[in-house]
């Protein structure tokens, strides 16, 4: 069955760079959910988007934004990156229909930055 | 406080064993539970969810959800040296549930020792 998709799966940039994680949900999901996990903690949650629209934001830093497109594919742009933005990224994704609401993660994106 | 605790470990036991990891939560509004497995370097993986209160059984696995004392619980019977990973409780309230952020636990690290 086909998964999340998560592009890239490692990136490495500078402070203050700039980057940019894609996210393709599963087919005919509506949903994308944002987590960020550093070294050792749980995923923590950063924004969501149904149907194109934000539903919910987390602990997301106002350098960061995302988007989900007509495709309800999502990306998460980040701009003056610190050292602590190095972490795992997860993109998950949802569907609205009763009984399969639960939230599939993709692999992630691992960013470091130097 | 987080709103969901678990003890984050690590575990060690033998293989064969049976394996109990265990959360507890604040927010009563939580209805939905979820367990998700994380390898080192992978997206969480879900593994099972309940709904309310009761015992739900997938092959080795059995998920346990007692709401009076608002704790939450996965066995695994006949541990494997595969079953090692991150395990990590989720909880989600009905209202939101498809729709919101997943409020992670800590994380338990399990290792099962051949």
């Known amino acids: 069955a086909a998964g999340v998709i998560q592009s890239p799966r490692h990136l490495i940039k500078e402070k203050r760079e700039t980057a940019t994680l894609k996210c393709y949900p599963i087919?005919?999901?509506?949903?994308v959910y944002w987590y960020q996990q550093g070294p050792g903690q749980d995923p923590q949650f950063l924004i969501s988007?149904?149907?194109?629209?934000?539903?919910d934001k987390g602990s997301i830093p106002d350098r960061f934004s995302a988007q989900q497109f007509s495709d309800y594919h999502s990306e998460l742009n980040m701009s003056s990156l610190e050292l602590g933005d190095s972490a795992l990224y997860f993109c998950?994704?949802?569907?609205?229909?009763?009984?399969?609401?639960?939230?599939?993660f993709g692999p992630g994106t691992r960013l470091l930055v130097l | 406080q987080k709103e969901v605790e678990q003890d984050p470990g690590p575990l060690s036991v033998p293989e064969g064993a049976i394996v109990s990891l265990n959360c507890t939560y604040s927010?009563?509004?939580?209805?939905?539970f979820m367990w998700y497995r994380q390898y080192s370097r992978k997206g969480p993986e879900l593994l099972m969810y309940?709904?309310?209160?009761g015992n739900k059984e997938d092959g080795r696995f059995t998920a346990q959800v007692d709401k009076s004392s608002k704790y939450i619980s996965l066995f695994i019977r006949d541990s494997q040296p595969s079953d090692s990973a991150t395990y990590l409780c989720?909880?989600?309230?009905?209202?939101?549930?498809?729709?919101?952020?997943?409020?992670f636990g800590t994380g338990t690290r399990l290792t099962i020792i051949p």
């Open positions: 998950a994704s949802s569907t609205r229909r009763r009984g399969q609401e639960t939230q599939y």
């Open positions: 087919p005919r999901h509506d949903t």
């Open positions: 988007f149904y149907e194109k629209m934000q539903s």
């Open positions: 927010n009563s509004a939580f209805q939905y």
């Open positions: 309940t709904y309310s209160s």
């Open positions: 989720a909880s989600d309230t009905e209202e939101d549930f498809g729709n919101e952020k997943l409020t």
